[in-house]
């Protein structure tokens, strides 16, 4: 054993996994050796979800009849959906409402198969639960899920009542992939810590829901959006406001990354759908806003020093043009994030130890315990 | 970095601690110090949660005005309890009710103060979640939590709805402190992962009831009851059912750990405290039967080989001795350990850094997309 203190665990390699990698130093991430901009073009999140548990991209047949068992499971039981109105008349937060619900989940699932039939159960639900908790607070009943659209698509069809046109749908779909898996990160290392114990899929998601509401986790690309709004109340242009935040110490978020010491791909792409978005509504404020601050952040030269746009830049943005309240972003983020949890600990279960560090101890020695009227 | 991989993370430093250590060689377990024999014997739960939490074992003032903190936070929502009605309808295990109730929990806090604050606010509510629950799987309506007893009291007040005789009260207690925590186990490191990213401590207790809900880390006192019951279902006598089941390749539960290369202190306490039940009952049974089978596996010479009877060999008989049902004695674990969580959750903010591990990427390097009807 050695003696060195590994606080934060960086740099310590907790297992081998085939699932995801990035090359933080070319921008690259891949599941499984695909490129991500390649699977975010060319497949669906379903036929990604079924190469990360299944180890392989569908084939036709094979994506028809794993659709066909996401969708038959997307329905949940009213006593979730009485507990997630329960919470929104709470006024509960989005991810907090999520973990509750996601829990709950296990009250009414029958248990058959392993971790991957399990995760696939609570993967298919994770969206109506949440549409329905957004609509709670609405004041709008619940749109029962429809099993003739995509994951994607009901997902959006569930939030609205009103199906979604392709280029949202398609966008949507895209987030979804890029945001399924990213290695080791400490939501999905708390996923395979609790599956660890052989605790069920429902434990693990739900804690995995827990780790990504934190504010070192999920949440930057909202932090974005609630910038972009500020330059948007201010009388500044984007760059002039982010030049007088600068020089008043803020941080500009949505740049940096532990890992990424180029742009992140995934901001590359959502770019690109923000573009789209923006041709077809007409309104590219978001889009100029941001491209503005990324060239002049640029110019600057902080890209040099390894602090370029990650995913969370983009991400807020095409979710706002999309209309969605900003307090969604990092549920949404759970929502495709499961996928990858799910895989983790589906992937080290197969050679299961149980994860179980140790403290150096700096306490007393040896303390004189005192009856409490003599102390 | 280094390049070997750590499984397990067994013999790891993730952080210094100074709230308790474990001597595996000797059989001694400390609370900052304190021997837990001493604490078990002569402090309260609500002390040795006040010397985990603030530090210090509390003077009379301090105590009078801690337990008064807990026991004005011990009711819940009514609408927690509906949701606790709705999962015992459903047939709910009791680990998974006890973690979806403690994850609502959060919508009904006022969240002020800091993670002792939001811990004490969730701790005392604890036991009123899981004796509310027990209550109704049975058809009966919940107890209101009492302010004149102690957490102790309290619980197995709620649980039949008559207070509890000194002798129960007392061992009751014993047991709460005795589990209170123990090093960086499984469930505290979840919960420590979710606290390292600034998640809500209702979060990290969520996390940390998931994992103990693993049949690698909580549940094995269950095992041992269960056995206990198949013993006196048998026709043998407790020696000649384990010299059976021995021969059998079956592994008697409740003995060996991971750190304890002697007899367990915990079952030392809870030994004695099993012959004080069996004295006030009459019914020395359970005391027989495990004490027997100590004795036998001792001459056996597992002991030589450090495989000794450990927490959870004695714990389920006490329990049982006291008319608690086998399936609340890993949710009863949880209760008390969330003294621990809380405190390690604190411990390790206050010094924070994200605990982000890696994972040695085995997977493939450049695979070569196609579209799907190309597949």
């Known amino acids: 054993m050695s003696n060195e203190l590994k606080r934060g665990l960086e740099g310590v390699l907790v297992t081998e996994s085939e699932l995801s990698h990035v090359d933080g130093d070319v921008g690259k991430l891949v599941y499984r050796g695909y490129d991500i901009e390649e699977l975010a073009r060319g497949a669906s999140y379903e036929e990604v979800l079924h190469l990360l548990w299944y180890g392989s991209l569908p084939t036709r047949g094979e994506l028809d009849s794993f659709r066909g068992e996401l969708e038959s499971e997307r329905a949940v039981?009213?006593?979730?959906?009485?507990?997630?109105?329960?919470?929104?008349?709470?006024?509960?937060?989005?991810?907090?409402a999520l973990r509750t619900a996601t829990s709950m989940l296990s009250a009414y699932d029958a248990g058959e198969g392993g971790t991957l039939e399990e995760g696939a159960r609570i993967t298919a639900k994770?969206?109506?639960?949440?549409?329905?908790?957004?609509?709670?607070?609405?004041?709008?009943?619940?749109?029962?899920?429809?099993?003739?659209?995509?994951?994607?698509?009901?997902?959006?069809?569930?939030?609205?009542?009103?199906?979604?046109?392709?280029?949202?749908?398609?966008?949507?779909?895209?987030?979804?992939?890029?945001?399924?898996?990213?290695?080791?990160?400490?939501?999905?290392?708390?996923?395979?810590?609790?599956?660890?114990?052989?605790?069920?899929?429902?434990?693990?998601v739900t804690g995995g829901v827990g780790a990504l509401s934190g504010s070192l986790h999920g949440g930057a690309n909202q932090d974005v959006m609630e910038m972009l709004h500020e330059i948007d109340a201010s009388e500044k242009g984007p760059v002039e406001w982010v030049k007088d935040a600068r020089a008043n110490g803020r941080r500009i978020p949505?740049?940096?990354?532990?890992?990424?010491?180029?742009?992140?791909?995934?901001a590359r792409i959502l770019e690109e759908k923000l573009r789209d978005l923006a041709d077809a509504s007409g309104d590219?404020?978001?889009?100029?806003?941001?491209?503005?601050?990324?060239?002049?952040?640029e110019s600057e030269g902080l890209f040099e020093k390894g602090i370029a746009p990650n995913v969370d830049f983009y991400s807020g943005s095409v979710y706002d043009?999309?209309?969605?309240?900003m307090d969604l972003y990092t549920?949404?983020?759970?929502?495709?994030?499961?996928g990858g949890w799910v895989a983790h600990v589906n992937e080290y279960q197969e050679d299961n130890r149980l994860i179980r560090p140790r403290a150096r101890y700096v306490g007393a020695a040896d303390a004189a315990f005192a009856q409490i009227d003599d102390r």
Chains 1, 2 share one sequence.
Request: aromatic share 8%; charged share 20%.
């Open 254 to 266: 949505g740049f940096g990354h532990r890992v990424y010491k180029v742009k992140d791909p995934r």
């Open 331 to 338: 549920p949404i983020f759970a929502m495709s994030r499961a």
């Open 284 to 297: 590219a404020t978001w889009l100029e806003y941001t491209t503005a601050i990324e060239s002049h952040l």
């Open 126 to 204: 994770l969206p109506t639960i949440l549409a329905a908790f957004e609509r709670a607070r609405q004041g709008e009943s619940a749109v029962d899920p429809s099993p003739d659209l995509s994951h994607a698509g009901n997902f959006l069809y569930m939030l609205t009542g009103t199906e979604p046109d392709e280029t949202s749908e398609e966008t949507f779909d895209m987030a979804l992939t890029l945001h399924a898996d990213h290695g080791v990160n400490a939501s999905t290392f708390t996923a395979m810590v609790i599956g660890s114990t052989m605790a069920d899929v429902c434990s693990a």
């Open 77 to 96: 039981d009213d006593d979730v959906l009485s507990t997630v109105r329960a919470l929104a008349e709470a006024d509960e937060r989005p991810m907090a």
């Open 321 to 325: 043009a999309m209309g969605i309240p």
